[in-house]
């Protein structure tokens, strides 16, 4: 069973940046299409962005194009969120996941993906 932690979230002001990692146990890392999504108060869970098992491909939300980016390094078991140009509107709980089969392409449901972190909270300030 893969165990997912993420790290990095934190109070930002608007207009600012932030990287989020999310390490992964395991040795299967690589085989799993990852992804990013997220959470605000009152609002259900949101597809955020997501990356091939190889790393060569990803999909983004609309509402982060341009302004995130994802990435991997299935040498150490870790995925990457950065964002830049962070809004209000991004604050939200940020949780990565592993695609339930391997080598898939690119999920973007939630039930497409078995493992879960515990999420770690984004904050922008106005």
Do not use: H
Request: some cysteine.
């Amino acid at each position: 069973q893969v165990q997912l932690v993420e790290s990095g979230g934190g109070l930002v002001q608007t207009g600012g940046s932030l990287r989020l990692s999310c390490a992964a146990s395991g040795r299967t890392f690589g085989n799993y299409a990852m992804a990013w999504f997220r959470q605000a108060p009152g609002k259900e869970r949101e597809f955020v962005a997501a990356i091939k098992w190889s790393g060569a491909d990803t999909y983004y939300a609309d509402f982060v194009k341009g302004r995130f980016s994802i990435a991997r390094d299935n040498a150490n078991n870790t995925l990457y969120l950065q964002m830049n140009s962070l809004e209000p509107e991004d604050s939200a709980l940020y949780y990565c996941a592993k695609a339930a089969k391997p080598w898939a392409g690119l999920p973007v449901r939630m039930n497409e993906y078995d493992a879960w972190g515990q999420g770690t909270r984004i904050t922008v300030s106005s």
